[in-house]
């Protein structure tokens, strides 16, 4: 008896302990989507990649046309909680794409599955 007793207390310290480191992570680290996985290396041509999402889970689909990008964006099934829509911009930089003028619109657009 006295060893289940021993046990559990150590058991629920372990998880205790875990909780707290967990949470000290979370919030010392917080979620910053710029340090999500890089995007893997695709074939795009001359071009290269033109966009990506970043999911909650840290993966990240790159896409060679801002319309892929868009295409996947309203389909059903996602692989995580979209966390960071990006473009390419002329500049070679990347851009918020939530922040463009025409992003609803090219949501709907490809809802109407019109998109490519």
Avoid at 12 to 24: I, K, N, P, S
């Amino acid at each position: 008896m006295m060893w289940n007793q021993i046990h559990r207390i150590g058991m629920r310290r372990l998880a205790w302990g875990l909780a707290a480191a967990t949470l000290w992570v979370l919030l010392y680290e917080g979620y910053n989507p710029a340090r999500a996985v890089p995007p893997q290396e695709v074939r795009c041509g001359e071009e290269g990649v033109r966009a990506q999402i970043r999911y909650d889970n840290g993966r990240t689909l790159v896409y060679c046309s801002v319309n892929a990008m868009f295409a996947q964006l309203v389909a059903q099934e996602q692989p995580g909680l979209v966390r960071a829509v990006l473009v390419r911009d002329a500049d070679g930089r990347w851009s918020d794409a939530r922040q463009l003028p025409n992003y609803r619109q090219m949501l709907k657009t490809c809802a109407r599955a019109a998109c490519g």
